[in-house]
C-alpha cells in the first residue's frame, strides 16, 4: 500500500507492484480482488480521487491544475471521476462544502485462519474441446445470477441432455465455464460458456471452445447451494493460494456442480502455474 500512495501522483506501475510483491500481474490482481473485494485499478482510482478531493475543498488550486496532476485531461473529465464517487461535482463541492466519500488506505492484517482442511488435487492436461453454448453475464457475487439461470433455461432440457450424452472427457458431465472477467465487481461482465468436454463433433446448434494444455489445481467441496460454489472461490483466492506455491494464471475456470436438493457438490479447475 505505501508504494501505491507513493507513486499516486504519477502512474502506478502494477508490473513493479507484481515483482515487488513476487508473482504476476495477473495473480496479484485476482488476490487483491479476492481479499480487498475491490480491483485494485478501482482501488487506486478511489485513492486518486479522495486526495484530489481534500485538494478541492481547500482551494488552493484551480480545478484544472487538480484535475492535470490526478490524471485527467479535462475538467469535464475530472468532474465526470468526481461525481461518480463522490455524487456532486467538484465545483459544487469547494462552493458548497458538501459531505464526499473518502477510500480508505487498505491495510492487511494476519488473522489466523485455515484450521479448516481444502480438499485439492493438481492436473496436468493437454488441450481439449468442449462443445455447447455461450453467453455474457454480470457477475454476482452471493445468491442465484439471474442471467445465467434465464441463459440456461433458454437452453432447455432436451438440449442440455444432448450435451450430457456427448461427454465422454475429464471433467466429466456438464460443466458451467468462466472466462474473459472484466474486474471482480459486482456487475462486471464475464463470459459463460454451459457444455460439455468431448471429442465428438459439435451439433450444428452448438458451438466449440478449445480449451488450451494448463497445469490445473481442481478443488472439491459439498454443501449448501449456491453459497458453498461462492464461498470455494472466495477461499481458494484468500486462503489457498497464499498458503501454496501455486499462481493462477489466465484461462477458463470449469465448474461442474451436482446439486441434490438444497445440497451440491461441486469440483471447480482453475488454471495454475508453479
Partial sequence: MARIEQDLEGEVDVKLLARIAGTSEYHLRRLFSALAGIPLSEYIRRRKLTRAASE??????????????????????????????HNTGPQEARLQKKALQSQQI????????????????????????????????????????????????GIGMPTL???????????????????????????????YFQGVVTTQQAPEDMETMTVPKNTWAVFRSEGPYPETIQYMWRDIYTQWFPSNSYQSVEGPSLLQTQINGDTATAELWIPVTS
Fill in 161 to 191: 441432455e444432448r450435451m450430457k450424452a456427448l461427454s465422454d472427457g475429464e471433467p466429466g458431465g456438464l460443466l458451467a465455464i468462466t472466462s474473459n472477467q472484466e474486474g471482480s465487481q459486482e456487475g462486471d461482465h464475464l463470459d
Fill in 106 to 153: 487498505l491495510t492487511f492484517r494476519l488473522t489466523v485462519e485455515g484450521s479448516t482442511s481444502m480438499e485439492y488435487r493438481i492436473v496436468e492436461k493437454d488441450a481439449f474441446q468442449v462443445v455447447g453454448r455461450g453467453t455474457r453475464v454480470p457477475l454476482v457475487h452471493l445468491g442465484m445470477n439471474p442471467a445465467i439461470v434465464e441463459f440456461v433455461k
Fill in 56 to 85: 478541492v475543498l481547500s482551494g488552493q488550486d484551480s480545478l484544472l491544475d487538480i484535475a492535470v496532476r490526478w490524471g485527467y485531461g479535462s475538467n469535464e473529465a475530472f468532474a465526470r471521476a468526481f461525481k461518480a464517487m
